[in-house]
């Protein structure tokens, strides 16, 4: 098969590589197509010091189960959970394998992922998709999942006032999961096509090089992508309020920490999400993705892709599979 591959910071190609084979309580996935998302930039700059093949963000149709249970999946649209647990810990016990301490992550850590004509995970990680959710829509059921578990962390109701900061890729799909608690949030962007989308999609947006927004949101979710955006969100935060931080960088962040502590502000880590309520938002279209891809590609021009995707214009790059 073909597949783009990590060797270090820099290093990307695209190579052939054998097709993987399911262990047991695996299936084998024909990637219909996948996307590249920041996690995939940051990746190939260093993050996590990866090595192997990214990607996280896939539908495909389920190709070859190992146990006989299972094959009623076979020939099934599904996409999947990237997080793979040990089964065995508390945090496995308790539904979290996103937290298991021996955990493999899809495309990320000590797992080939997606960005690649074939793809394995264990058939518990599989959700089918409705036949109302498109090949390229299924491609973001893992990051509206990421926004929506914002909703499993932290009570949103339709009187807070909320602020998104970043209106690339995620910020536009947090945005959107916020709004489905009627708190009409606000997004905090630079760019104005993106805004321009955004308040297509109904909502509200104001312009980073505006006057600041004043310290007066009860939450500020922080999805800038930039090592900073976390101390810039501690200034638009009401004291006591929330600021979510769903930044990742391949660096060291700094921030003023009197901020929080002098305003008493609750900061909360977010990652990944339920695909559940993610799955239902893009069903009944109360998340709206389809325009979101900026370009489409064949995965043999997925090179391409990862420099089209750095660019500050590009919201998502899909690479669809051959065939």
């Not at 935060?237 to 609750?266: D, H, I, L, Y």
Request: glycine share 12%.
């Amino acid at each position: 098969m073909r597949a783009i591959v990590l060797r270090g910071p820099g290093r990307i190609s695209l190579e052939d590589r054998p097709d993987p084979e399911p262990g047991p309580g695996e299936a084998l996935i024909d990637v219909t197509c996948s996307g590249i998302c920041g996690t995939d930039l940051q990746l190939a700059r260093g993050y996590m010091d990866f090595t192997g093949i990214p990607g996280h963000e896939f539908t495909g149709v389920v190709s070859k189960v190992n146990s006989h249970a299972d094959r009623v999946l076979l020939g099934a649209r599904v996409t999947g959970e990237i997080n793979l647990g040990c089964e065995e810990c508390g945090a496995c016990a308790e539904g979290l394998s996103r937290h298991c301490v021996r955990r493999r992550v899809l495309g990320i850590l000590k797992k080939d992922g997606a960005l690649a004509g074939k793809v394995t995970l264990p058939v518990r990680n599989l959700h089918v998709l409705p036949d109302s959710i498109s090949d390229e829509q299924g491609v973001f059921v893992e990051p509206v999942a990421a926004a929506f578990e914002i909703l499993d962390q932290v009570a949103v109701t339709a009187f807070h006032r909320v602020l998104v900061m970043g209106d690339g890729r995620l910020g536009l799909l947090i945005a959107q999961a916020l709004a489905t608690r009627g708190c009409g949030p606000t997004l905090l962007g630079r760019h104005e096509a993106k805004l321009s989308l955004a308040r297509s999609l109904g909502l509200a947006t104001a312009r980073e090089d505006d006057e600041p927004p004043a310290p007066c949101y009860d939450i500020v979710v922080e999805a800038t992508g930039s090592a900073n955006g976390l101390d810039l969100a501690l200034g638009y935060v009401r004291p006591r309020g929330t600021v979510v931080m769903k930044t990742t960088c391949e660096g060291s962040t700094s921030f003023a920490a009197w901020k929080a502590v002098v305003n008493e502000v609750t900061l909360v880590g977010s990652r990944c999400g339920r695909f559940e309520p993610a799955i239902q938002a893009l069903a009944t279209g109360r998340v709206k993705v389809d325009g979101l891809v900026s370009a489409r590609l064949p995965l043999e021009e997925g090179l391409a892709g990862f420099r089209l995707a750095a660019e500050t214009s590009t919201l998502k790059v899909i690479l669809h599979a051959a065939g």
